[in-house]
């Protein structure tokens, strides 16, 4: 029997999507410490569900190009790591599940959290953004937008609520380091420290020229360009 790449990789764009739904729930149960479901996380597990059914709905029923399937699944596969990684370095913390209503009672900086401060929210945008991608169909991208609205609006909560608790002096501080949802980069003053005007006026090569002068040493002379006399 010949094999159907096509079909193949339809099927495995779709256990990848299935499994990756099936960890996000087991977490609600197994690794996020929240006494109940909110209103809002109601609201986001029934758009998940709904999500998962229409994507399927469309690997199967509508033709994509083979590369876009590898693509997307390889973006559903980078998502998975970062969840994992995440799950790892905060078993100890007791975050709370999305919405919670009560406030956070740990904070997380190492691991992902180093660089991002919701690599949760992160992965779960990164996977529906890769399941989109295998889909190519434009009818996803309505849905991938509104799941990124809605954990942004989940990640500004918490950071809110982050700040009516004792751990709001670290958390500002750990928003200096991470950034949102990707890593923050840093900013063009930062990149070159040596052009910085320091204290007493000028800059960094002056002030090591005013150290070799109290020290008994002359500067080097000042370079001339080619066509000066």
């Known amino acids: 029997m010949e094999f159907d790449l096509e079909r193949g990789l339809d099927l495995l764009v779709s256990i990848v999507g299935i499994a990756t739904v099936g960890q996000y729930l087991w977490s609600t149960r197994a690794h996020f410490q929240s006494s109940g479901m909110s209103s809002g996380a109601t609201i986001i597990s029934v758009v998940v569900a709904a999500t998962a059914l229409f994507f399927l709905a469309i690997i199967w029923i509508l033709p994509q190009p083979p590369l876009a399937k590898i693509v997307g699944l390889a973006v559903q596969l980078v998502s998975?790591?970062?969840?994992?990684?995440?799950?790892?370095?905060?078993?100890?913390?007791?975050?709370?599940?999305?919405?919670?209503?009560?406030?956070?009672?740990?904070?997380?900086?190492?691991?992902?959290?180093?660089?991002?401060?919701?690599?949760?929210?992160?992965?779960y945008i990164i996977f529906w953004a890769g399941?989109?991608?295998?889909?190519?169909?434009?009818w996803t991208v309505v849905p991938v937008a509104g799941i990124f609205v809605l954990y942004l609006i989940a990640a500004l909560d918490e950071e809110k609520k982050f700040s009516r608790t004792e751990m709001a002096d670290a958390y500002a501080a750990h928003r200096k380091r991470a950034g949102?949802?990707?890593?923050?980069?840093?900013?063009s003053g930062d990149r070159?420290?040596?052009?910085?005007?320091?204290?007493?006026?000028?800059c960094v090569a002056r002030g090591i020229?005013?150290?070799?002068?109290?020290e008994g040493e002359r500067p080097p002379p000042p370079m001339r360009h080619q066509f000066e006399d």
Do not use: N
């Not at 709370?96 to 959290?113: E, K, S």
């Open 192 to 202: 070159d420290r040596s052009a910085m005007p320091q204290p007493g006026g000028g």
């Open 131 to 138: 399941w989109g991608i295998a889909t190519w169909s434009s």
């Open 80 to 123: 998975s790591a970062l969840f994992w990684w995440a799950i790892l370095r905060s078993r100890k913390a007791r975050l709370r599940f999305v919405f919670d209503a009560d406030d956070p009672h740990g904070l997380v900086t190492d691991g992902p959290f180093l660089y991002l401060r919701h690599p949760f929210y992160t992965s």
């Open 180 to 187: 949102l949802f990707w890593p923050r980069l840093p900013k």
């Open 209 to 214: 020229d005013a150290k070799r002068r109290r």
